[in-house]
């Protein structure tokens, strides 16, 4: 936990999460149109713990620790389940986290799918674990909470009814459970937690969206192909492929069934991979490949005799050590693997850089990521000429998004303003006024409104743009 702390990003430097932690600091305006909401109908819980956690901390940087903390305790929950599940040892665990890389990763900055994460491994665990119908209950309610947390995670109900399934051997268990899951979430259409026709209207703008993206300039099939090669580790891939291979050649007529009954309901989460952008949406199947893992770990401590065994454990161990300081990256020509220990390969992402190893330089790599940002040195010199400023008007013109110049007056200066005690007022549609001591910035996304042309007619009123403010910036 200390570590993902550390390295973590609490400045907003990703994009989407700067979109997302700005609109918690007015959600109510956000609510009722007056502001944008990124994506609000997908991820409705993480906007109110978001606001919560700001109305009582004042800071967004409770809001920030959120992914860290999640994925710390993703991690804990994780080892907790596994040495239960399979009595493993620390350095077990180990290798098996090492496949799945990204649920470190996404602790560096904050999304709400790290959070529905840890919800849904609680979930899973609860039905592998846990016995009697309190489990049951515990582990619907957390799975219906990781929807609302974010969406994408109902892709995994399937799988998990097809894990009580098998774990019950009623098929009543999985009427209580998926009653318990449609009931929560229909609740939370009911009290507009969700509200149907911004939802439908999300999700036509996130299609348009997802479709310009992958069609930009730079994201082809090849650029998506090594996305989604780095979604686990090359161990990862190895351990995977072969050890479920085994255990499946192993296990009996009932397990092997069962295995490919879950591994069948697992496939709607797979849907994103034809145009996949970043590999947190792969998490909602990064839940089943820990337990996988430690399924076959299992297999192959009872199945191989003691001195394979041991060759084995050391092998695994030796490569998850490896992986931890050096790359191995596939290459055309022989021996097809190119390991690079300092600097390794970056694979870009619409969330960031990733590798397929050296991951505690790939760390240290991706916590610098956007230190050097000119629009937030932007933002932090337009923060401080309010805070430095008697009695001036500014007027900021810009597009509400992290993805443009309008983000240095919309999210950094708005964000770094608001945790100094400066939180705005949205009085209109994109119109937030900010009153800094004896001075005022306004927020705008056009010029042409009666409100700001008559702040332009009063002695000092003065209109800036992001691409201003950047000239400002030494490149």
């Given amino acids: 936990m200390c570590v993902l702390l550390y390295f973590a990003d609490w400045n907003g430097l990703e994009g989407d999460d700067l979109n997302s932690v700005v609109g918690m600091l007015q959600l109510e305006a956000g609510l ?3 502001l944008e909401l990124y994506r609000y ?3 409705p819980l993480s906007y109110l713990l978001g606001a919560f956690l700001f109305r009582v901390f004042g800071d967004t940087a409770a809001i920030f620790a959120l992914a860290p903390l999640a994925a710390a305790t993703a991690i804990t929950v994780l080892f907790l389940a596994v040495s239960r599940y399979i009595n493993a040892s620390i350095p077990i665990f180990l290798v098996i986290l090492v496949t799945v890389p990204e649920v470190a990763f996404s602790g560096l900055y904050y999304n709400s799918s790290i959070i529905a994460y840890l919800l849904a491994t609680v979930a899973l665990a609860a039905i592998v674990l846990g016995q009697g119908t309190p489990a049951l209950v515990l582990s619907s309610v957390f799975l219906a909470l990781a929807i609302l947390f974010r969406l994408d995670f109902v892709l995994i109900l399937p799988a998990l ?3 009580v399934l098998f774990r019950r051997g009623r098929l009543s268990s999985c009427v209580i459970y998926l009653g318990i899951v449609v009931g929560i979430i229909a609740l939370a259409f009911m009290s507009e937690v969700i509200r149907w026709d911004p939802f439908w209207d999300t999700y036509l703008k996130s299609v348009a969206e997802i479709k310009e993206k992958q069609d930009a300039g730079g994201w082809d099939r090849y650029t998506k192909t090594m996305i989604a090669s780095v979604a686990i580790s090359p161990l990862g891939l190895l351990f995977y492929l072969f050890g479920t291979g085994f255990l499946l050649t192993v296990s009996p007529t009932k397990l092997r069934v069962a295995a490919c009954c879950i591994g069948l309901c697992l496939l709607p989460s797979l849907y994103v991979v034809k145009d996949l952008l970043s590999v947190k949406y792969l998490l909602p199947l990064m839940v089943f490949l820990p337990f996988l893992a430690a399924k076959v770990f299992q297999s192959l401590r009872t199945h191989l005799s003691p001195r394979n065994w041991k060759a084995a454990y050391g ?3 030796a490569l998850t050590m490896g992986l931890l300081l050096a790359s ?3 290459v055309k020509r022989a021996p ?3 390991v690079t220990v300092l600097t390794p390969r970056q694979i870009v992402t619409h969330d960031g850089p990733r590798s397929w190893g050296a991951y505690i330089s790939q760390l240290l790599l991706i916590s610098k990521t956007g230190e050097n940002d000119r629009n937030v040195a932007a933002g932090k010199a337009l923060t401080e000429r309010m805070i430095d400023g008697k009695d001036e008007t500014l007027v900021f013109v810009g597009t509400p998004s992290a993805f443009s110049a309008g983000s240095i007056g919309w999210r950094h200066a708005q964000m770094n303003l608001a945790n100094k005690g400066f939180n705005g007022t949205a009085l209109a549609e994109n119109l937030v006024r900010i009153q800094v001591n004896g001075s005022t910035l306004w927020l705008t996304d056009r010029i042409q409104r009666q409100q700001i042309a008559e702040i332009l007619d009063s002695p000092g009123g003065v209109v800036v743009t ?10």
């Avoid at 992001?466 to 490149?475: F, R, Y």
């Fill in 32 to 34: 009722n149109g007056r």
């Fill in 41 to 43: 109908d997908w991820q």
């Fill in 161 to 163: 009814l097809s894990v």
């Fill in 315 to 317: 092998g695994l161990l």
């Fill in 328 to 330: 191995a990256e596939p």
């Fill in 336 to 338: 097809y693997i190119n």
């Fill in 466 to 475: 992001g691409e201003e403010l950047l000239s400002a910036i030494p490149q």
